[in-house]
């Protein structure tokens, strides 16, 4: 098990817009989150030992197969670090994501720390595919 240590972040939420911040430390690497809820759409950025942007991938579901399409909008035309987890990611929230990643290329073990992190704060706050009925519900009151 790596050795990590978390900072809760902060929340802060509109009408239509969450924004959730949070940092985690592991093995001499620091990976830094922000999540933004939009309507019917993620924004969330994942830096690395840094706050650059690095490269930029949307992503969303296609019909009729539920799966994911996943295009570089910025950077990123060899790398696929950023392109796999959004793509996981529209699978497992049905939302369409917009991801912008500055982990290292060969890398695996930080993209996967990265993404299992990422995803235990998206289930805590509800954006499973499951957790989107109990949001909508939430909402609707």
């Not at 940092?23 to 999540?35: A, G, N, P, R």
């Not at 073990?109 to 509800?126: C, V, W």
Request: glycine share 8%; proline share 2%; charged share 15%.
């Amino acid at each position: 098990m790596a050795e990590s240590s978390s900072s809760n972040g902060t929340q802060s939420s509109d009408a239509n817009v969450q924004l959730t911040c949070f940092t985690e430390e592991s093995h001499d690497v620091t990976l830094h989150f922000q999540i933004i809820s939009l309507t019917k759409q993620i924004y969330i950025w994942i830096g690395c030992n840094s706050a650059k942007l690095g490269h930029l991938y949307a992503g969303a579901a296609t019909r009729p197969n539920n799966t994911a399409s996943v295009t570089s909008l910025l950077g990123g035309g060899a790398d696929s670090t950023g392109a796999g987890i959004a793509r996981r990611l529209v699978l497992r929230t049905g939302l369409n994501i917009i991801l912008a990643c500055n982990i290292p290329k060969n890398s695996p073990m930080l993209e996967a720390l990265a993404e299992r992190l990422l995803i235990q704060k998206l289930n805590s706050l509800g954006y499973s595919k499951d957790g989107q009925k109990r949001l909508s519900a939430v909402n609707a009151n």
